[in-house]
């Protein structure tokens, strides 16, 4: 070999404008709310970085979020950008173990949306509101011009109440804790994929996405849980690595006990991606106190939204921040979060 | 799932362990091509498990991680056009050139897609017939088949708005290239199973018998690269130097005629320059004479952009297996895939992202 022309590309983690990675739940993200959003409206509230904040009004604690939809197609296997709307609002809360009392609507709509697919939207979310018994309390409508937004966004907001006793956090996972995962990864993220790609797989994929707050009162009541996420974006990697890392524990998860429907692995392999880091919006993980592990997976099992439910892991005292993933083949890898959107390797 | 459990098996993966272990007397260095091998390795931490003797270095055969900084450059200038739809794989989107990636270029407003096949941008071509339609057409010989074909069928089809930038490498130079290096370490190869798929072996023979190198055709789940790794060092402990094809399910000697066809029909060989290593003679593919038309670099006139490297990282011998990543003293610390100081660390499939995703935990 010649002489080595040793090379050094410049790095880009600091950019000049927003890319669409600093919204997939990955590190960018991650680095836009430390370094813009958390200094900016510096408070406690916020501080806890939880899915929602918990406000103290006199004696009741009310959870309160917010989350914008911008899903593409609108309609995908499974549901609609509507029921993610209410799903995804209302799981926020339950990840608090409150019960949910109402949520808003906000809806930007761009010129020369179709009405007929506008109602078919609000419909969906007026019968998820209903199948989850939360009205749908308060609204607000714009309307951008033509180009400004694509079809339709929807934001909900949220408020519920944290019944007594219950104190979840993901600050509060402790090591020795187990890990549990209420069913089956990657359905939601592949089913838009394989909708929006154009892709038939045998054995349709569709999206997960459900209501969770019936299965977390059932964990509540049955056992003692420290830490509760739903592994939207980002999937299951993003929340263990960010449980991980505010509550400063180890956590070491197994491959093979992480359920994977058919579709989804076959789907993923085919693309290359992997479904540690696909979104899901009706899964929840729990970190359960040891002892009462055995009761709280049963109860997730005995409710439709956990059947598939099992215990993936444990919370640990060593390597801090940091999620190690046995392998089928019985080494270990570390498990990070996604840096950008996930991208299909080239071979 | 069918062809993809059985090779993760636990079990049969132990044995395979346990067998390398009692097949190895001494240490022996073995060399993976394929960036796609590197991935599987260290994600599955096979390198972990195996007996401390047997090193895997870890080989070029990382397309983006090669890709020079000049092509890249020159990518994102025709990326930035307003008339151009730039089309990639999705790897090379987050490839820093001199300034910036194609993400910060399509958030400026630079129409930048994703594809999966290079045929799908006939079909973008087809539907803008106002926009020309830019392909960034990199890889080994594996993407090279579909790449060519892309052209071809263009040409077939009557399509004028649809070019490529042509970036090919292919195995075999960089092989005898890393024989030939001073600091060559590497006693035995797992030759890339995909390439093997489309070129077949036999170009394989001569250099195993030239430089009294084993050379077994691998695959990438776990089991195949155990199996590989196991032939190899059965040959090294028998003192043999044969081509083997441990990758039968894929592979044949012959490898698959209509798609090298299609290569060469399209295609012909050229010196390339490989980001971090150099010039490697005869290492690429530039579209034939008749193809010109299809050849975004002479359609755009991009020779005016010329890059040189800022400043230097150790990626070239990393490439070449002669240092290790965690052997750099910026790796994981100055050095990470957020900000990559080079090649190797900016691909999923580069060997230092690799070991910073999956192996940091060994390698601090």
């Keep these: 070999m010649t002489d080595f022309t040793l090379s050094c590309p410049l790095p880009v983690a600091e950019r000049k404008t927003v890319v669409l990675g600093h919204g997939s739940g990955g590190k960018l993200t991650a680095q836009l709310i430390r370094d813009l959003f958390l200094p900016a409206f510096d408070n406690p509230l916020l501080g806890r970085l939880d899915d929602q904040a918990v406000l103290e009004a006199g004696s009741a604690r009310i959870a309160f979020t917010t989350d914008s939809f911008v899903v593409t197609p609108l309609f995908f296997p499974g549901g609609d950008i509507g029921k993610l709307a209410v799903h995804g609002t209302v799981n926020d809360i339950a990840m608090s173990g409150a019960m949910p009392l109402a949520l808003s609507a906000a809806f930007i709509l761009e010129e020369g949306f179709s009405m007929e697919e506008l109602g078919r939207v609000v419909a969906s979310m007026a019968e998820a509101a209903r199948a989850a018994g939360v009205p749908i309390a308060t609204g607000d409508t714009k309307v951008v011009p033509q180009g400004a937004a694509d079809k339709m966004f929807i934001t909900t907001s949220g408020v519920g109440l944290v019944p007594e006793n219950i104190h979840i956090s993901a600050s509060n996972a402790r090591p020795g804790d187990r890990i549990l995962l209420s069913g089956t990864i990657g359905d939601h993220g592949m089913a838009v994929m394989a909708k929006r790609e154009g892709l038939e797989f045998d054995g349709a994929i569709e999206s997960d996405t459900a209501p969770l707050h019936r299965l977390v009162a059932a964990m509540t009541a049955a056992g003692e849980i420290h830490a509760l996420r739903d592994p939207t974006r980002g999937g299951l990697a993003a929340t263990l690595v960010e449980i991980a890392a505010v509550a400063r524990i180890g956590v070491e998860a197994v491959a093979g006990a992480i359920p994977v429907r058919e579709p989804v692995r076959a789907a993923c392999e085919l693309l290359g991606l992997d479904p540690l880091f696909v979104a899901n919006e009706g899964k929840l993980v729990a970190f359960v106190a040891a002892a009462d592990a055995g009761r709280v997976l049963e109860a997730m099992r005995s409710m439709p939204e956990g059947r598939e439910a099992a215990i993936i892991g444990e919370a640990v005292e060593a390597h801090p921040g940091m999620v190690l993933l046995k392998t089928e083949v019985g080494g270990t890898r570390v498990v990070d979060l996604p840096f950008h959107e996930q991208l299909p390797r080239i071979c | ?364």
């Design chain 2, 1 to 364: 799932m069918k062809y993809v459990d059985e090779f993760r098996n636990h079990a049969l993966a132990q044995k395979l362990f346990a067998e390398i272990g009692r097949r190895a007397t001494r240490p022996w260095v073995i060399m993976e091509v394929c960036g796609g091998q590197t991935h599987s390795i260290v994600k599955y931490g096979l390198d972990q498990l195996l007996p401390p003797g047997i090193e895997l270095a870890h080989g070029p055969g990382c397309p983006v991680c090669v890709t020079s900084l000049e092509l890249i450059d020159r990518a994102h200038a025709l990326a930035r056009r307003p008339e151009v739809i730039f089309c990639s794989f999705g790897d090379m989107l987050r490839v820093p050139g001199s300034e910036g990636d194609l993400f910060g270029i399509r958030a400026q407003g630079g129409d930048v897609r994703v594809v999966y096949s290079p045929l799908d941008c006939l079909k973008l071509a087809r539907e803008n017939p106002n926009r020309r339609v830019v392909f960034f057409a990199i890889g080994f010989e594996t993407t090279a088949p579909a790449n060519a074909m892309s052209v071809w069928q263009a040409r077939a089809q009557g399509i004028r708005n649809y070019s490529i930038l042509v970036s090919h490498v292919t195995v075999p130079p960089a092989m005898i290239a890393i024989l030939e290096s001073p600091a060559n370490r590497v006693q035995a190869f797992l030759g890339a199973g995909h390439v093997c798929a489309v070129m077949g072996y036999e170009e394989y023979e001569p250099l195993a018998a030239r430089y009294q190198v084993p050379i077994v055709v691998t695959g990438f789940e776990p089991l195949d690269l155990l199996e590989g790794i196991l032939a190899a060092v059965r040959q090294l402990e028998q003192g043999r130097h044969e081509v083997e094809n441990s990758y039968a399910r894929v592979v044949s000697r012959g490898g698959n005629p209509e798609a090298r066809r299609m290569i060469f029909r399209v295609f012909e060989p050229c010196d390339r320059a490989w980001r971090g290593i150099g010039v490697i003679a005869g290492s690429g593919y530039r579209l034939r004479e008749e193809f010109h038309d299809f050849d975004a670099a002479r359609l755009f006139d991009l020779d005016a952009i010329v890059s040189t490297e800022p400043e230097t990282c150790i990626s070239g011998l990393v490439l070449q297996g002669a240092r290790r990543p965690h052997e750099c003293p910026e790796f994981g610390t100055r050095c990470t895939p957020e900000t990559p100081l080079g090649a190797t660390m900016v691909s999923a499939e580069g060997a230092c992202a690799a070991y910073y995703n999956y192996g940091r935990h060994l390698r601090p």
